[in-house]
């Protein structure tokens, strides 16, 4: 099994930049102003332009409500440091890099759009700085 995660969005724009310049993914493919496939690794994120669905979809949200209440996107890197770094180089808000009792080390964000997003190193034992 593979999952890959489609996002719909206000600006593919702005959510192609956050989660490339930000999250260091890249495009696969063609992208449009309307939809791009994005590529880290195993992680596949299809940005989609909300103007896209139908007036009627079940994924259309109102002005005042947050996209993706409910859901955290969940990102396993193996150099934490590293990705946590560069998403700090960008310029972006995102929270500090702690070690959690579970024993993983994370840091959260969110997107543009409102989504959570939690970058989570992939196993137990990382160096703590």
């Known amino acids: 099994m593979q999952l890959r995660l489609e996002l719909f969005v206000e600006a593919p724009e702005k959510s192609l930049d956050f989660y490339r310049r930000v999250l260091g993914f890249a495009v696969q493919g063609s992208a449009s102003t309307e939809y791009a496939m994005l590529r880290n690794g195993d992680a596949v994120i299809a940005i989609n332009s909300r103007s896209a669905l139908s007036s009627d979809h079940p994924l259309r949200i109102q002005t ?32 500090d890099l702690v070690q959690q009792p579970w024993g993983l080390r994370d840091f959260r964000l969110i997107d543009p759009d409102g989504y959570d997003v939690r970058v989570t190193s992939s196993h137990t034992g990382c160096r703590r700085t």
Do not use: K, N
Request: charged residues 30%; glycine residues 12%; proline residues 3%.
């Open 64 to 95: 005042d409500e947050r996209a993706g209440l409910g859901i955290e996107i969940i990102l396993s890197v193996g150099d934490i440091e590293d990705t946590y770094r560069t998403a700090e180089e960008s310029g972006w808000p995102l929270s």
